[in-house]
């Protein structure tokens, strides 16, 4: 660009009627960098573009000096258009009124499809902005309104802004519509006032008002933690129909109402949660994004990283139950580490070319890696220095723009360690590292040695990266509570270890203690051995326990481990009383009992031994302190009763008996109030074949497949009676049903490990049925996949296909072999650990 914008006069006049709107500008910039182009160059999508670069050509008449004070007066007009970034429109009905609203999402290259502009973060300026609408709109833009004046004759009203800070283009904010609001004043920390309301649609703001403790308290909590004033004088969160997602411009934060429950009838503390983590969020931009902006999209990582990790730190300020490093582990990690397995992911910071890429760089990458890596570097530098930096970064470079070697100096300026050496190669290298640990013959060193972790049909590592610096915080019998940190850097390194280290017969090593550094930790056996042994002796962290089972259980899946060390790991854990620990553990043992209760080799009762051995205690403790309010246990609650009611344990079954019989007749209140007991009721459903089950799968046939169905409907999915499956199966293609319900209903079908082939030939009986319901192809070819993907072997999944085939039910070709290749891992996984399994299990012994 060879002009630097200083200041946007903006007037817009959207016509909601119409659909369109137009407009006028001054645009007010001097020439920064040449001297003799009688050209300017300015992002628009509409007139006399170049389509490839969206920008246009102005010819002058004479060449402008450089600091000129030059003033470009420009018109424009455009469409509101429904369902696409830019100036949106949105009808929808509330109260038995119609409504229509409009509002902006100009991220990250939309501000040119609503005026001309220099449409890159790097360049901010003023907006002075005002909206010129028909009478009977309330308008919102970033600042506060400072006029509003209505022509009696023309019945429009002109409504004028005060000037936003200097900002970049994508967070100018412009909306119309009706809207209910509630409005509090808060104090920050410099003795300034934020005026903070929550808009919502007409009529919602009942339901949505609780919002505001959100907004208060993350914004008190933000400007705390950052020590930077903001300088905006209030700050909206606007709730709108149609929006689709969230967006945190300057003073005006939008979101779509569809981000929030406003459905249930009380609110759930999941809700609840998600709620405060969108508000705090958003909230967090207001610094990290709007008053330091990033330079270019190639490091969008730092807008969103660094929000994010703030974010989570705001979610247990609001919650003090949620432990910030324990939710990192439970919700991010995991994600964090299956993205990054793949080949094909992305490097942290990378350059980023065309319009294209620009235009879709926010994804959930730039979050969740973004947010791992923050939290790496707040657990090395510890969090207090890490925030510290985070301070300086933000003081420093205020109102203008910073990249990633910036926010690395400022953490620098203030620890004086060299941060930009260290996570260098966590930024520029796409995936993340596995370690290998084993002693070296004399028992004198730890041998390490690195590479990238790949899932395994990507193949091997090809050693294009670099060797990642990583940060190793060894723990052992010997340090206590004390870490000690060393850097590995080469592909293979050695570490001394102490003396006399083998001697204590109950020694340990935790090479990542705390899940300090984003990697994978594969022990050789006699060491993974000790650490379970110091983790049933209680030496071990609640993370390092998370680490191990993400780890293991993926190890055992790729054969990079047996699964014997991963069941043996869950047997090791019966004792845990976290529920953390259980959230990750039970859905891996669920997948394990899934894919292995159908090898028709393995002794199912072995199985049920085990389940029931790991299980029980647990279920225990969930049992007494199960809560209404808190929903956050429900799927864990789920899975776990559902998995000992198929290992037959006889208390669960015995006690969903007892609870379906007490029940039956009121079973619409069960769904709706206690989750547990509706647990247990849908597991003694579909034990028992008796009236009542008729009568709930009749209702739900005659009603289609309400949510509070929810409940029986899944425990149906475990229904063995053949008639009684019929009837689930009238109610999924009755009319009643939708198509996305009654796919969900198939799969839940499809997981009972019980029903196996049976609902398979059912299905394709009834195949007319099945056409007529599935109307559209990506129903069609899901319903149809997920029977296909259920078969443990690749003769099963061909032959499985053609049966559908020859009714006419075809799926093409490439979704099938996607569904064949991950058919192929899972039955690669059972020849390879067959024996390993029979022999695991059958010499297993449940203690207490
Ligand atoms: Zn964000």
């Not at 040119?112 to 028909?134: E, H, N, W």
């Not at 009749?698 to 409907?713: A, N, Q, R, T, V």
């Not at 969900?744 to 049976?758: A, D, F, H, M, V």
């Amino acid at each position: 660009m060879n002009i630097k914008p200083k200041r946007y006069d903006l007037t817009f006049a959207p016509d909601l009627d119409n659909f369109i709107f137009s407009g006028n500008e001054s645009l007010h910039f001097e020439i920064s960098l040449k001297i003799n182009d009688e050209i300017i160059t300015i992002n628009s999508d509409t007139v006399n573009i170049d389509q490839e670069t969206q920008t246009m050509n102005i010819t002058l008449s004479r060449i402008l000096r450089p600091k000129d004070n030059c003033v470009l007066d420009l018109e424009f007009s455009g469409k509101l258009k429904a369902g696409s970034p830019g100036f949106h429109i949105y009808r929808y009905f509330e109260q038995n009124e119609n409504y229509k609203a409009a509002d902006t999402e100009l991220m990250t290259i939309y501000a040119r499809s609503v005026f001309p502009c220099l449409d890159q973060p790097d360049l901010k300026a003023v907006f002075s902005v005002t909206i010129i609408t028909k009478e009977g709109y309330q308008i919102l833009s970033n600042g506060r309104m400072i006029s509003r004046t209505c022509n009696t004759d023309t019945k429009l009203c002109e409504n004028k802004f005060e000037d936003t800070p200097e900002m970049s283009t994508y967070l100018l904010a412009l909306a119309v519509g009706i809207f209910d609001f509630t409005e509090e004043i808060v104090e920050d920390n410099f003795n300034s006032y934020m005026r903070l309301r929550i808009y919502t649609p007409p009529g919602k703001l009942n339901k949505l008002k609780y919002l505001m403790e959100y907004a208060k308290k993350s914004f008190e909590f933000f400007s705390n933690m950052f020590g930077v004033p903001l300088p905006i004088m209030k700050l909206d969160h606007l709730i709108t129909v149609g929006h689709g997602s969230a967006m945190e411009n300057w003073g005006l934060i939008i979101y779509d109402i569809k981000m929030f429950d406003t459905y249930k009838e009380g609110l759930l503390k999941s809700s609840k949660l998600k709620a405060a983590e969108l508000i705090c969020h958003q909230t967090a931009h207001q610094w990290l994004g709007n008053l330091v902006t990033i330079k270019l999209w190639d490091d969008i990582w730092l807008s969103e990283g660094i929000t994010s990790w703030a974010t989570t730190q705001c979610i247990s300020h609001l919650f003090p139950d949620q432990d910030p490093d324990i939710s990192f582990l439970l919700k991010i990690y995991p994600e964090y580490l299956s993205v990054g397995k793949k080949k094909t992911s992305l490097p942290l910071t990378r350059k980023i070319k065309t319009l294209e890429e620009i235009s879709s760089v926010v994804d959930n990458g730039a979050h969740l890696n973004g947010e791992a890596i923050s939290t790496m570097i707040a657990n090395i530098l510890g969090k207090d220095e890490f925030l510290r930096g985070v301070n300086n970064y933000l003081k420093k470079f205020k109102n203008k723009n910073a990249d990633t070697d910036d926010f690395f100096g400022s953490l620098f300026e203030t620890s004086g360690i060299d941060v930009k050496d260290i996570f260098e190669s966590w930024t520029k290298n796409p995936g993340y590292p596995i370690i290998y640990i084993s002693e070296t013959e004399d028992c004198s060193y730890l041998n390490i040695t690195q590479e990238r972790f790949l899932r395994t049909k990507d193949g091997r590592n090809d050693d294009q990266d670099v060797p990642w610096k990583i940060p190793i915080l060894l723990s052992t019998h010997t340090t206590g509570s004390k870490r000690l940190i060393h850097f590995i850097r080469q592909r293979t390194s050695y570490l001394h270890l102490p003396d006399n280290f083998y001697h204590q017969s109950d020694y340990w090593i935790n090479i990542n203690s705390k899940v300090n550094s984003l990697v994978r930790v594969k022990y050789n056996n006699g060491l993974l051995e000790s650490l379970l042994n110091s983790a049933q002796n209680g030496h071990l962290q609640i993370q390092d326990k998370i680490a191990i089972i993400l780890d293991n259980y993926e190890f055992a899946k790729m054969g990079i481990g047996k699964t014997s060390q991963f069941l043996n790991i869950a047997n090791a854990f019966k004792e845990e009383k976290n529920l953390s620990i259980w959230k990750l553990l039970v859905p891996r043992i669920r997948k394990f009992f899934d894919t292995w209760y159908k090898v028709p080799n393995v002794k199912r009762d072995d199985i049920n031994r085990f389940i029931v051995c790991t299980l029980s205690k647990i279920l225990e403790i969930l049992d007494h302190n199960s809560s209404f309010e808190d929903d956050t246990y429900d799927k864990l609650k789920n899975d776990i009763v559902r998995l000992l009611a198929l290992s037959n344990h006889y208390n669960t079954v015995e006690k969903s008996r007892k609870i379906f019989d007490e029940n039956k007749f009121q079973y619409k209140d069960i769904m709706r109030l206690d989750e547990l007991k509706a647990t247990y009721f849908s597991v003694g459903l579909s034990y028992l074949c008796d009236n009542g089950v008729e009568n709930v799968a009749k209702e739900i046939g005659k009603y289609g497949l309400s949510p509070i169905f929810f409940m029986p409907i899944q425990s149906l999915g475990y229904i063995r009676d053949e008639n009684m499956l019929n009837y689930i199966l009238d109610a999924v293609f009755s009319k009643e049903t939708d198509e996305e319900q009654a796919l969900n209903i198939l799969s839940e079908l499809q997981n009972n490990t019980l029903n196996g082939n049976r609902l398979l030939k059912l299905i394709v009986y009834r195949s007319e049925d099945f056409k007529k319901k599935f109307k559209h192809t990506n129903f069609f070819e899901k319903a149809i996949l997920s029977f296909i993907s259920n078969q443990i072997t690749e003769n099963d999944a061909i032959s499985a296909r053609y049966e559908f085939s020859s009714k006419g039910l075809h799926i093409p070709d490439q979704s099938f072999y996607f569904v064949l290749e991950k058919i192929k891992a899972k039955s690669a996984w059972i020849s390879r650990d067959m024996d390993d399994v029979l022999n695991y299990l059958s010499q297993y012994v449940c203690s207490d």
